[in-house]
């Protein structure tokens, strides 16, 4: 194969246009602006409602919008019920493969009825519309049961990430008042059981409100269960309780579908709600365009449904679109290298969605693993989580989509539910920019006054108008959300999305980092991101993380700490020759005081680098909240 060549754009191919479920951007963006509740009636009017809506955005209360307001709908009816009626209830649903090798299938009707048991054993559990049950679970089909369980019978599910603490699982638990908690006894991971009931059990001892835990057998190990608290769910789903029918429960649009914790990459994690009728719809679309689902789709999001990637664009897009999804347990280096590229070869997989972390992560293997495998069937990629730099990028295209798979570089945050600035298949990319708007969003890059800065420079990234996947609120803290999204940009009634970005002469937006991860030397602005970009692009980096320090001279000095490639050592004549290396590629302003060879970087739960730590440890500064840190 050919070196990819390096153009200012990737261009689609003619099929992908041809094929593409969008057509068209540039009108339809601008029909969706000028006319934004029209479109999104559009949209909404695809899925089906118990009762039509009586208004499509009600703002009388900003920035607590409400959206679909009067209308009568339940996810469920759209993700599970109306597929039953076509011949939709006999496709795949569920692939599942556990990291030992196992693997089960679930078609939509078999899909509704393990819903519909596992409905019923939490209505036997006392279980109703209004509760928050939490989740602490590995990726194991029941993982979805419960969350689609909850959502049925009306409960909110709050899924904390299985890697978490007990500290911070109680946090979680004790925060959303949750009474019942639904996890297995462990998980694979790289070869070892992940201890998950042992932790939950730790937690209860902290959680006055916990009167019930659920248990999913998986790894078979011993655990310690109470009588009249504990139950396993194989037991439960034996009973006549757990019946194969079970109602869905009709819910307001506005009604909580779920509870879910930032991953506090900034600092403590907030509560953030979804509703069941904004969300259903903006996942739905988001998730059809910008991944044009067809019917025949295999379907792989290789996040954590603990994540709100994983809840958009794993469980509730994937399936109000009728799409068979792939769920995997494990590591994606286990027990080699190229155990995803074997799954996507064995099932047949279309398109791939994973995060920058994960691709350079197996970058550091070579070309030679992925080309073991035959990754034809893929058509599509997708990269989520943080700014993807350039050379990842190119990797990945060249490599796994083998230049002829668009990448769709998607920006979004847990706030917002769903993409905000992604390509569709038929745009022209740049590597290392997340291309344009949604349809429906109005993006600007501003200084701290609110002014529009020139191309080509950095400001705040804000959002105009409200949109249906927004986040309604934090949970039980109206006040917080108003502080932290809406009172910098409060004159104006924007929601301050917390990065810095810029957009370039051809209408391209850049995601530089968190506001709070830009670097300011000697009056210059520098983002942490074109600063890992630069380093990463060495031979031997595979990662790096930047952080500022106080200095006398410069304001600030920058520190990088990086993980190397396999093949490569530390040295001190490395650490120079990377120094060396940003001075020829971002110029003097960028010299690090010090680069540092390490083995691991602190990372959250959902791959995100956690600067301030970095910073605190360097300073020698309490680390500050860390229970979403990955240990």
């Known amino acids: 194969m050919e070196q990819i060549t390096d153009p200012k754009f990737y261009y689609p191919s003619q099929t992908v246009i041809e094929n593409a479920n969008a057509k068209e951007y540039d009108q339809m963006y601008q029909y969706s602006i000028e006319n934004r509740e029209q479109f999104w009636a559009d949209q909404a009017s695809l899925l089906r409602w118990y009762k039509p809506w009586d208004s499509v955005l009600d703002a009388t209360n900003p920035p607590f919008y409400k959206w679909f307001n009067g209308g009568k709908t339940n996810i469920i009816l759209n993700a599970i019920d109306r597929h039953l009626e076509t011949a939709t209830r006999n496709k795949l649903a569920l692939i599942w493969e556990g990291e030992p090798g196992d693997y089960r299938t679930f078609s939509y009707h078999a899909l509704n009825r393990e819903v519909s048991q596992f409905a019923n054993v939490l209505k036997s559990m006392g279980v109703k519309k209004g509760d928050v049950v939490t989740i602490y679970m590995p990726q194991l089909p029941e993982q979805l049961f419960a969350m689609l369980a909850c959502a049925k019978i009306g409960a909110a599910h709050s899924v904390v990430y299985g ?302 108008a409200p949109w249906p996947g927004m986040t309604a609120g934090v949970y039980r803290d109206p006040q917080r959300f108003k502080d932290t999204y809406w009172s910098k940009y409060q004159k104006q009634g924007w929601y301050f999305t917390g990065d810095s970005a810029k957009k370039d002469e051809d209408g391209y937006y850049w995601i530089i980092g968190r506001v709070d991860d830009v670097i300011k030397v000697s009056g210059y602005r520098l983002g942490t991101a074109e600063i890992e970009g630069v380093m990463v692009s060495h031979p031997a980096v595979a990662e790096a993380a930047a952080i500022a320090l106080p200095h006398n001279l410069k304001g600030n000095s920058i520190h990088i700490f990086v993980i190397l490639r396999k093949g490569y050592e530390g040295s001190k004549e490395l650490e120079h020759e990377l120094v060396k290396h940003m001075v020829e590629h971002l110029g003097p302003i960028a010299k690090p005081e010090e680069v540092r060879c390490v083995d691991s970087l602190p990372k959250t739960r959902s791959g995100k680098i956690m600067r301030r730590v970095l910073k605190a440890r360097l300073q020698g500064l309490p680390e500050g909240d860390l229970s979403t840190l990955e240990e």
């Open 163 to 464: 890697g978490f603490s007990h500290e911070a699982l109680a946090e979680r638990i004790n925060d959303a008042n949750s009474r019942v908690v639904i996890t297995a006894d462990g998980g694979y991971r790289r070869g070892k059981i992940v201890e998950l009931k042992s932790v939950v059990n730790k937690a209860m001892e902290l959680s006055p409100t916990m009167e019930i835990c659920i248990t999913i057998k998986r790894t078979g190990q011993d655990v310690y269960m109470e009588n009249d608290r504990d139950y396993w769910y194989h037991d439960l789903k034996a009973l006549p309780i757990a019946g194969y029918k079970c109602d869905t429960e009709e819910m307001d649009s506005n009604d909580m579908l779920f509870l879910l914790y930032t991953s506090g990459s900034t600092g403590k994690p907030k509560a953030l709600m979804h509703t069941h009728g904004g969300y259903s719809v903006y996942a739905a679309t988001t998730h059809k365009m910008v991944f044009d689902i067809k019917p025949e789709d295999r379907y792989w999001c290789a996040a954590d449904p603990g994540w709100i990637t994983g809840h958009s664009y794993i469980v509730y897009g994937p399936l109000i679109n009728g799409a068979t999804i792939m769920l995997y347990e494990g590591a994606p280096n286990h027990p080699y290298p190229d155990r995803w590229w074997k799954m996507i070869d064995k099932y047949g997989i279309n398109i791939l969605y994973t995060s920058p972390t994960a691709i350079r992560g197996l970058m550091r293997f070579g070309e030679s693993w992925p080309k073991r495998n035959d990754l034809s069937s893929l058509r599509l990629l997708g990269s989520v989580g943080e700014p993807i730099n350039p050379e990842a990028w190119k990797w990945y295209y060249k490599y796994i989509g083998q230049e002829r798979c668009p990448i769709m570089d998607t920006w979004w945050q847990t706030e917002t539910g769903g993409f905000v600035i992604c390509p569709l298949p038929i745009t022209s990319l740049k590597p290392g920019s997340a291309t344009k708007p949604f349809f429906g969003h109005e993006v600007a890059v501003v200084d701290d006054a609110g002014n529009e800065v020139k191309p080509g420079e950095e400001g705040s990234l804000v959002l105009k």
